[in-house]
């Protein structure tokens, strides 16, 4: 299969080819809470500040558990408890 580099770049950009099953909730359709354009800055922001590794990290974790627990300052805590 040839493909042209956007193609492949398209491919390696859906986390779906390496999450076996993405979480229910994902398939229930939703108003969104907050523009792309936000999204992109503040994940922009998270990416300078956790580094990259550890946002695709959460990101993936995110598809397969969108209540997984989140580390803050060092310390395992779940989304609904506060900073």
């Given at each position: 299969m040839?493909?042209?580099?956007?193609?492949?770049n398209?491919?390696?950009?859906?986390?779906?080819?390496?999450?076996?099953?993405?979480?229910e909730?994902?398939?229930?359709?939703?108003?969104?809470?907050?523009?792309?354009?936000?999204?992109?800055?503040?994940?922009?922001?998270?990416?300078?500040?956790?580094?990259?590794?550890?946002?695709?990290?959460?990101?993936?974790?995110?598809?397969?558990?969108p209540?997984?627990?989140?580390?803050?300052?060092?310390?395992?805590?779940?989304?609904?408890?506060?900073?």
């Amino acid at each position: 299969m040839n493909l042209t580099e956007e193609q492949f770049n398209l491919i390696f950009a859906n986390p779906l080819y390496c999450v076996e099953k993405v979480h229910e909730v994902f398939t229930i359709p939703h108003e969104a809470l907050i523009s792309e354009e936000l999204w992109i800055s503040a994940a922009k922001v998270n990416i300078q500040e956790i580094g990259i590794e550890q946002f695709l990290k959460n990101l993936l974790g995110n598809l397969k558990n969108p209540m997984m627990p989140v580390i803050f300052n060092g310390t395992p805590t779940s989304l609904s408890e506060k900073r």
